[in-house]
């Protein structure tokens, strides 16, 4: 349970800041961050109390997260100053197309006046040709008395005449302006309608930038809350995760004593045999008990006890969140639930069964190695599968993988002892860990 509530956590950052602008590799950027963060503080709190660790969990997850939702915050903030100003703009540019609208309706409309007096004027031209005024116009000139009265008739006409083409022209190009001031007007609608929805966009988005920025806020605020809520169950859980956290030392401890009385014992036994066969030291051969632990002519020291990968470190951990240093005696090998844990190397099995926070353990004692006693020790089995006093053989099947003690998923904690303190594994390990 305490696992899918930290799954759930998980996502839930994941979602929060899939809400952001960043692109998909920001993201999955982000996620692979806080995913190590989370994957850190378990492995760090494993030894803690369940609501220790829930608490823990939450407030990585919330701490991670804090600086991509305020990121979003500022992003936010800058898309409602962006949109208030485009919305401005966008007002500005709609008063502005609605101005010229109006001048060019102004222009139209006396264009349309120009039309209007060109066709009366065309028309009283048109009415005298249809009264016959033509008519009268011929025999005007026909009955002149001399040839100054007919050139003055003929003047007279001639005016006539171009007044009327004066008339006609008047109206084409009062037509013609009226076409021009028509299409501007036309052209000032269109860009005022698009200035209109152009304001009415700006101003949708200034909404929505708005309404984004206050989800980024509240996004905000909650990572804090959900932070201050996790510290207070972490405060409240101090006691006991301290006290957890001392047996986890008393536990090593002990294992280290029994590691050196057995290596003690082994070599007292190797010393009685040797003295028992006339011999004043060696290594015990001729029946007598294994006593130096020797490497193969090629590889490793120790054999990879299980396949997978490593998902923590040995050495001091600090726990971020009481402040205090503990030992990872091992590290941990992360592997699937019931996959088969092999001996390191040829041994003895001196510890076989339940061990607090390692749950499910077994040590193996392999002998002397440079006088220490050297053993490999293997917790959180989900079945162990040899017996105290066993002897097994480098690769032979002891255990399965489990989650067992304190543990917050499937894998193999692995120890090196010598002289029954704790030593980096990995000195002894194939360095592909394979």
Known sequence: ???IRIFCAI???VVLLG?????HADARDDKARIDRQIQETQATLEAATERAQQAATDHAAATAALPGAEDALEEAKGRVIAADAAARQAARDRDAAEAVLDAADDDYDAAKAEVEQGRADVSVFVAATYKGSGFAMVNSILESSSPNDLALRISYLDRVAAESQRALDDLTRARMSAKQRSDVAEL??????RAAEQTRQALQDSMA?????????????ALIDKSAQAE???NSERTAVLARYQQLKVDSERVAGELRAAAAAEAAAAAKAAKAAGKTGGSGTGGAPLTTAVPPKTGAFFLMPVHGWKSSNYGMRFDPVYKVYQLHAGIDVAAGGGQPIVAAADGKVVRAGWAGGNGNYTCISHGLYQGKGLATCYGHQSQILVRVGQT????????R???????TGNHLHFEVRLNGSPVQPLNWLPGCLC
């Open 1 to 3: 349970m305490n696992r």
């Open 11 to 13: 996502g839930a950052v």
């Open 19 to 23: 809400s952001g602008t960043a692109g």
């Open 188 to 193: 000032a609608r269109d860009k005022a309608r």
């Open 209 to 221: 930038a708005q309404a984004g920025a206050e989800q980024a806020a509240a996004d905000v605020r």
């Open 232 to 234: 207070a169950v972490a």
């Open 392 to 399: 097994v053989h480098r690769g032979e099947l002891i255990g």
């Open 401 to 407: 993988v489990g989650t067992t003690g304190a543990s």
